[in-house]
């Protein structure tokens, strides 16, 4: 399949976005945005990452035209041992120890149990995010005093119920990217549709959240600060992913070369992801803790240098190679050839099982795919 190019390109902002979280510079002074310009970056680019992951199970199985039968089943294992490797990546990040919190543990549970809904059509992928967005913040504060550690990312309850990356309340982010997902994502049509529906969710997440505060609700549940997980800050980051979505597409449509470097940048996320963390661990945690305009710039400079350049030479990053690979291996379920049958002459006295099959006895849709021969005397 052809790689939608807005696609990466959203990715390059996702993965900047978080570099910018781990070592840009804190301007939360300013009163011009509340919180200053780096809370921009803090949440909402993750959210991006884990929506274009839903995006990803899509075009995996299909795009706008799922598949069904054997390659249906192969899509499942591709995304399944996609899974297992970003859980394994995820638990060696967190032994370097660095002070960021790693998604990719959370984000591979994402990745399997978004495997169960490939066949859903896109009312039910959007009917159920919105139930997670709204009982997910429910379940984690009445879970409250269930004891937590982010730095375990093997322990299911950790995955859960987290303090940044929740996936009780994060699967409405896959949700709504599979549903995404399964759009005709090259056509003008849709970008305008996210754009508008991302405006919305804007409004309605941050502009609800400041106007239900004077109604006295728990403030855990009516935040729209950054990792609060609301309900208000779930719907406000993901209409900031669609309108960044929306751009992107449309951008990569129109003018595919105008953004190379963020494109390559996407490309090779889950490489520049790791790549990342690994130089933090190398040169210490004074680049997150003290962080500095040079340090930030050098940051962004060097990944998108390096991405670019490895893109334009070599193509596939060194991880996603790994992934593609050895995925798509594990899902080579093609039967091998059968070999010509043949059918016995009728006897006198026939035995149960010798006569011949129907022409479309294995004609049952189980099959979707089999290569079907006819019977040779």
């Known amino acids: 399949m052809r790689r939608i190019v807005g696609l990466d390109t959203a990715r390059g ?61 192969q899509a499942r294992l591709r995304i399944l041992v996609r899974a297992a490797l970003l859980v394994v990546l995820g638990a060696l990040l967190v032994r370097l120890g660095t002070p960021v919190v790693v998604i990719l543990a959370v984000y591979g549970g994402l990745f399997a149990a978004g495997t169960l809904v490939l066949r859903w059509p896109r009312r039910a992928l959007l009917a159920v995010a919105a139930v997670f967005a709204l009982l997910g913040p429910v379940v984690r504060l009445l879970l409250a005093g269930v004891a937590v550690t982010d730095a375990e990312p093997l322990d299911p309850v950790a995955v859960l119920l987290n303090d940044y990356y929740p996936a ?17 994502l090259r056509a003008g049509r849709t970008h305008l549709l996210l754009a508008g529906s991302g405006a919305a969710l804007v409004l309605l997440g941050h502009g609800g959240a400041w106007a239900v505060r004077p109604l006295g609700l728990p403030p855990a549940l009516v935040t729209a600060e950054p990792h609060s997980s609301t309900t208000f800050e779930v719907v406000g980051n993901t209409g900031t992913a669609l309108l960044v979505v929306a751009a992107c597409l449309a951008v990569g449509v129109r003018w595919p070369r105008a953004l190379a470097p963020v494109t390559a940048t996407g490309a090779l996320a889950l490489t520049a992801y790791c790549g990342h963390l690994v130089v933090l661990a190398a040169l210490g945690t004074d680049l997150v803790y003290a ?12 990944t998108v240098a390096a991405c670019w350049a490895w893109h334009a030479l070599v193509g596939r990053g060194p991880l996603e190679a790994l992934l593609h690979t050895v995925s798509t291996r594990a899902a080579d379920t093609a039967p091998d050839p059968l070999p010509p049958r043949t059918l016995r002459a009728p006897s006198a006295d026939p035995v149960v099982g010798d006569a011949p099959e129907p022409a479309d006895a294995t004609d049952d849709g189980v099959g979707e795919g089999r290569e079907h021969r006819p019977a040779t005397p």
Do not use: E, K, N
């Not at 310009?37 to 799922?66: E, T």
């Not at 009780?168 to 005709?184: N, Q």
């Not at 962080?291 to 060097?302: E, H, K, Q, Y």
């Open 291 to 302: 962080p500095t305009p040079s340090t930030w710039a050098a940051f962004c400079v060097v």
């Open 13 to 73: 902002v996702a993965i900047l976005g978080m570099l910018t979280a781990h070592v840009g510079p804190d301007d939360g002074w300013r009163t011009a945005p509340p919180g200053g310009w780096s809370q921009l970056a803090d949440g909402r680019p993750s959210a991006l990452f884990v929506l274009l992951a839903g995006v990803g199970l899509a075009l995996l199985s299909g795009g706008d035209d799922p598949v069904r039968g054997t390659r249906l089943v």
């Open 168 to 184: 009780v309340v994060w699967m409405a982010y896959v949700l709504v990217g599979v549903a995404v997902g399964r759009s005709d």
